[in-house]
């Protein structure tokens, strides 16, 4: 089955792949699921939707949407009437900020169009909490299966965890974004000292696809 992904970014893109197909700790994938991820870019196709909701789930549906209206329109290969549309939108909640970068994590210290990079955000981040004892965080990921602008299904879950308490603290160099300061304590570890594995297991996009997953097999969908 071919699945639309409604995002630019590479490494969602693979998490994505590996979560929906069961990756197993040999590297093959466990199942006959065989869903196979396709993005905008990959068929030649602009996508840039302007994320303007007011919350994860809301941008989601809204780049499932506008996904959905392009392929309908443009029709790229392998595009065909009826292939599901899969969009996420997900960030970093830290309490002590308010929530914040919430829906602006991926925007979070961007001054006049200049994006920061990923250890750039990072040290903005501890910066902002430094002195604050309270370190509470999630990760957040609402995840849109659309299979027309009407038929959906809307799934939201979390990774709870904390921020490390100053940049000594970042660990790790699997993952991507804030893993590297997120601090999973059941575990012991970052998110980004997670193997692809645990991190499918534990994560927010990891628990969300998951159920996208068992509603994709679902024998009467």
Request: with cysteine; net charge positive.
């Amino acid at each position: 089955m071919i699945i639309w992904f409604a995002s630019a970014n590479i490494h969602k893109q693979a998490e994505l792949a590996s979560i929906l197909n069961g990756k197993n700790r040999a590297g093959g994938f466990s199942g006959a699921a065989g869903f196979e991820i396709k993005t905008p870019a990959g068929a030649g196709l602009a996508f840039d939707p302007d994320e303007s909701g007011g919350s994860f789930h809301e941008n989601a549906l809204l780049k499932a949407r506008e996904l959905y209206r392009l392929l309908a329109e443009r029709r790229p290969a392998p595009y065909r009437s009826g292939d599901p549309v899969i969009a996420d939108d997900s960030g970093l909640c830290v309490d002590a900020l308010g929530g914040r970068p919430g829906i602006f994590s991926a925007r979070y210290g961007n001054i006049a169009g200049k994006k920061l990079e990923a250890a750039e955000r990072n040290a903005l981040l501890l910066g902002e909490l430094a002195g604050k004892l309270r370190r509470s965080a999630r990760f957040v990921c609402a995840m849109v299966l659309l299979f027309s602008p009407e038929r959906f299904y809307l799934v939201q879950e979390t990774l709870e965890g904390e921020i490390v308490k100053s940049p000594a603290y970042a660990a790790g160099t699997g993952g991507f974004g804030y893993d590297p300061v997120f601090f999973i304590p059941p575990l012991g570890r970052t998110a980004a000292e997670l193997s692809e594995e645990e991190k499918n297991r534990v994560s927010h996009r990891g628990k969300a696809g998951k159920i996208i997953a068992n509603i994709l097999r679902a024998p009467d969908l």
